[in-house]
């Protein structure tokens, strides 16, 4: 075992210091999430990350951030203040030291504008913030409208960083992967200890424990007694929806079928390696169904719609001359059999996730002692549009609509949506939205905010599509599915979640021959 952990520490080739501090960074966090040190002490973890970032060598430092994402912990400064992220502070270190590295003088600046490829990317993410400042015309709270456009300007300067860090992008998908298993890792573990431990204790452990450490003490009162944590069944027994290190098992999913991205590239390549990152894709995709997330089966069945109409669309003549005359250049690259085979493994593990749940302790079993198809019963659920949870979303989605009729060009305010829906502004941050992506960038900031937002995704996939490159086409067929799923919840915003997807786009926009055995 020891054996195979060297090899596998060897094979993700990262420096020893790297490994030493982010080792050091896991034992504090643990030992404050088991109260063995007050949780101050991350204050001064912070400091020492924030000294390594500054003076490491520049590709450690990126790398090293990377592989944090899903430890980045909440700043305790004062007692009505505990809230922020230490990542907030680290990357824009990250940040300012690029700056200094590769614009010493005002002449590096105007070289680097002068030189952008995609000049159309960085003015459409200006064009956002513009109408996003434009919104708080409109905003009840222009100081909650300020943060969040501060969030946004803070977690883009991930791609900026990565960009022009001069970083191989193969090394960032390792880390990014190493990032993932982390995440997996507390998922299982989270399974594996209700197996063991009442529900109850369970929930009020977490919540007590380990919430505190990564998001403050306002968000562990408030899951101390509501959550989305577990699912719930007419006349059974709950049930635990994994979510990890995270807030919600929908942010847990997101960052899971993210991560997908790099292990569907490195899967496909040929080398000893392979079955490895096809154990982690299975264990990806089946942490995906344990997170009890509906939005994205659902978004998975309509995926596998549009690649079945592609398929047929592309080989029956009549059809293709008629549909796709005009796009044929966008299709030509893709192997349609590679997401069959991922979405056709999706689908399949959901049995063994029903097998799952139902032997946990908390699994319910019928009058005769046969236990349930628990996934069964909630991907039902998903079409019962009197269940409580829809019903609610169907509400909120009319709410959202309305609004956007009385506030078309700019929104209430970016930062304002709780107004919409009647509730204190506060409850933002505890989760309230549209649940739906695009409804509520539409409430937010209205129909400007709304096409330019679309702009850029527009210009995201285009970048995918005009490199012939194998990780590129992995990147849209997982881009597309975050884009279905995006449909019903807003989780995209999600600090950890955003920053993984930033990332990705980073890499994209990397030169695509860092990528090595990049073929069809």
């Avoid at 896991?26 to 001064?44: G, K, N, Q, S, T």
């Avoid at 590129?472 to 279905?484: A, G, P």
Wanted: glycine share 4%.
């Amino acid at each position: 075992m020891i054996a195979y952990l060297k090899n596998f520490v060897k094979y993700f080739d990262l420096s020893k210091s790297i490994w030493l501090v982010f080792g050091l960074e896991i034992i504090v966090i643990l030992l404050a999430v088991f109260m063995i040190i007050p949780r101050e002490a991350v204050l001064f973890l912070t400091g020492f990350l924030a000294f390594y970032l500054l003076f490491s060598p520049i590709k450690q430092a990126v790398i090293f951030f990377i592989l944090s994402i899903p430890l980045f912990v909440a700043l305790p400064i004062t007692e009505n203040f505990d809230t922020m992220s230490n990542w907030r502070i680290l990357l824009g270190l990250l940040f300012l030291r690029i700056c200094f590295i590769k614009f010493k003088n005002i002449k590096n600046w105007q070289e680097f504008i002068k030189n952008i490829n995609d000049k159309k990317l960085y003015i459409y993410v200006f064009a956002f913030f513009t109408v996003a400042a434009l919104s708080l015309v409109n905003a009840e709270s222009m100081g909650y409208g300020a943060r969040k456009i501060l969030f946004l300007a803070n977690a883009i300067m991930i791609f900026f960083v990565i960009v022009n860090s001069e970083i191989n992008a193969k090394k960032i998908q390792l880390s990014v992967i190493i990032s993932l298993l982390i995440s997996l890792a507390i998922g299982y573990a989270q399974i594996i200890a209700v197996f063991f431990a009442p529900l109850f204790e369970f929930w009020q452990w977490w919540a007590s424990r380990v919430i505190p450490i990564f998001y403050g003490k306002n968000l562990a009162n408030l899951l101390s007694y509501s959550n989305t944590w577990f699912s719930y069944y007419e006349k059974s027994l709950p049930t635990l929806r994994i979510f990890s290190i995270f807030p919600d098992s929908h942010s847990f999913a997101l960052f899971s079928l993210i991560g997908l991205i790099p292990v569907t590239y490195f899967w496909i390549q040929k080398d000893a390696h392979k079955k490895l990152y096809a154990s982690i894709g299975i264990f990806s995709l089946l942490s995906i169904i344990l997170s009890g997330s509906r939005g994205f089966w659902a978004s998975a069945i309509l995926i596998t719609v549009i690649l079945v109409f592609i398929f047929i669309a592309t080989k029956i003549n009549p059809v293709r001359n008629f549909v796709f005359n005009g796009i044929k250049k966008y299709l030509q690259y893709i192997q349609l059999k590679r997401y069959f085979i991922i979405l056709l493994v999706f689908f399949m593990l959901f049995p063994v996730g029903s097998l799952i749940l139902s032997g946990s302790r908390i699994g319910n079993a019928t009058n005769k002692g046969e236990y349930e198809e628990l996934t069964l019963k909630r991907i039902k659920s998903i079409f019962n549009f009197e269940e409580t949870s829809n019903k609610g979303r169907m509400e909120i989605w009319n709410a959202t609509l309305n609004s956007f009729v009385r506030y078309p060009l700019l929104g209430v305010g970016i930062g304002n949506y709780p107004v919409v829906i009647g509730e204190p502004l506060e409850s933002g941050r505890r989760g309230a939205s549209a649940h739906n992506l695009y409804f509520d960038i539409a409430a937010e900031m209205g129909i400007l905010g709304l096409i330019v937002f679309l702009l850029i995704l527009w210009e995201i996939f285009k970048k995918a599509r005009t490199q012939i490159a194998v990780a590129n086409h992995i990147f849209i067929f997982y881009f597309l599915w975050m884009l279905l799923y995006s449909l019903f919840d807003v989780v995209l915003l999600n600090d950890k979640v955003l920053l993984f997807f930033i990332i990705q786009i980073a890499v994209l926009y990397l030169d695509a021959n860092q990528y090595k055995n990049t073929t069809n």
